[in-house]
């Protein structure tokens, strides 16, 4: 007889595949980025992109963000470094269907196979990450309502700071993101409503 796989959640808590953000609803992390944040994001876009979109971090300064612009292009922050645009990251991780792996690592940004270096640039925040959105001085903006989120890690020099882990409570059906690392269950923040993939 196989054995049950044991959660890494807490009993209150069921793991899910992926959640996804419709409308204006949007996670805010609580955890503001630094100069030594690196990011691993896995996703997927059940639509092409069409405007401006951003799937995490703030939208206001040059510290921690990755942004979908006109379907195609790409302008990230991360590290202390800018990537604007990389010809080389056009059409790259837009795919709607096809399930992406998204990091910002030091100065590289890859997506998947494909990666880009990037330049320096940095300005100080006291602002936290949003998912799903950007935080433009504590307001949401340029939510993505197209992208279904597997997981999201956040590491500050090198070691885990936050595992966002899609979940629901099981008590109420709360949809949300579960951090293993501090421990706390984050909900939607904003209007609208988040769905989710099948149980783990």
């Keep these: 007889m196989s054995q049950a796989k044991k959660s890494i959640l807490p009993k209150e808590y069921q793991q899910v595949l992926w959640i996804k953000a419709n409308d204006e609803a949007y996670i805010d992390t609580g955890y503001v980025p630094t100069r030594n944040t690196t ?25 921690l963000r990755a942004e979908i612009r006109y379907g195609s292009r790409w302008y990230c922050y991360a590290n202390g470094y800018i990537f604007n645009n990389p010809t080389s990251m056009q059409g790259i991780g837009n795919k709607a269907g096809t399930r992406f792996t998204l990091s910002l690592n030091g100065n590289v940004f890859k997506i998947n196979e494909h990666e880009v270096t990037g330049i320096t640039a940095w300005n100080a925040t006291s602002l936290s990450a949003f998912l799903f959105a950007g935080n433009d001085n504590g307001t949401p903006s340029e939510n993505i309502s197209d992208m279904m989120l597997y997981s999201f890690k956040l ?31 984050l909900t939607n923040a904003g209007t609208g409503t988040f769905t989710k993939g099948a149980d783990v």
């Design 155 to 185: 590491f500050e020099s090198g070691e885990k700071s936050l595992d966002l882990v899609p979940c629901y409570r099981k008590s109420d059906d709360e949809i949300g993101l579960y951090d293993i690392v501090r421990r706390v269950f």
């Design 39 to 63: 990011v691993l994001l896995d996703y997927e876009l059940s639509s092409n992109i069409t405007g401006m979109k951003i799937l995490f971090g703030l939208s206001s300064s040059s510290n």
